[in-house]
């Protein structure tokens, strides 16, 4: 059982967005369902300040969580998550909510190699109003598949080789 805070400070151009700030706290739980299983589960308020250009600050509270579940087998670990978080909107956004669902493997081949395969999907909100000269829309989703494989040359120096596919859809206002 843990306690986090967490502290968020985003910076736009004013005249396209403005500025924010996050303050999370998280309650977090952490369970070995078995020998190989693990499941960790948070959530809290977060608060949110929104500085946009010729306007209050306004502030908001909501909330925000994750939940994590990990199974290792004899040689491949893989990790199932769903987080909920304010986020920096990915450039397209001064700032979104965000929902991430993500799948992860990772296994090593021999000595020296590990493989790794990461799948995930984003859906953000937008959280500062749009204005003149950012990207219209109120949503988009963001989905992506990645692998990569590591190789180790000796105890301090390693390279790796990735690759990722990723596509993104805005909404119908956009």
Do not use: C
């Not at 994590?68 to 087998?73: A, I, P, T």
Request: without cysteine.
């Amino acid at each position: 059982i843990g306690l986090l805070y967490g502290y968020q400070s985003f910076h736009f151009p004013t005249e396209v967005a403005g500025n924010f700030r996050t303050h999370l706290f998280h309650v977090l739980y952490g369970h070995r369902i078995s020998g190989r299983m693990d499941l960790v589960l948070g959530g809290g308020p977060q608060i949110t300040e929104i500085a946009t250009p010729g306007a209050p600050t306004t502030s908001s509270v909501s909330a925000s969580g994750r939940a994590e579940l990990r199974y290792r087998f004899p040689q491949t670990s893989l990790t199932a998550g769903y987080s909920h978080y304010n986020s920096s909107g990915s450039g397209f956004y001064g700032g979104a909510k965000t929902d991430l669902v993500r799948l992860d493997a990772s296994r090593p081949f021999g000595r020296n190699y590990t493989g790794t395969l990461d799948v995930g999907y984003t859906h953000n909100v937008r959280i500062i109003p749009f204005t003149t000269g950012s990207v219209p829309g109120l949503s988009f989703g963001y989905a992506y598949v990645g692998g990569s494989l590591h190789r180790r040359f000796g105890r301090d120096f390693s390279g790796f080789v990735s690759y990722q596919w990723n596509t993104l859809q805005f909404d119908t206002s956009f």
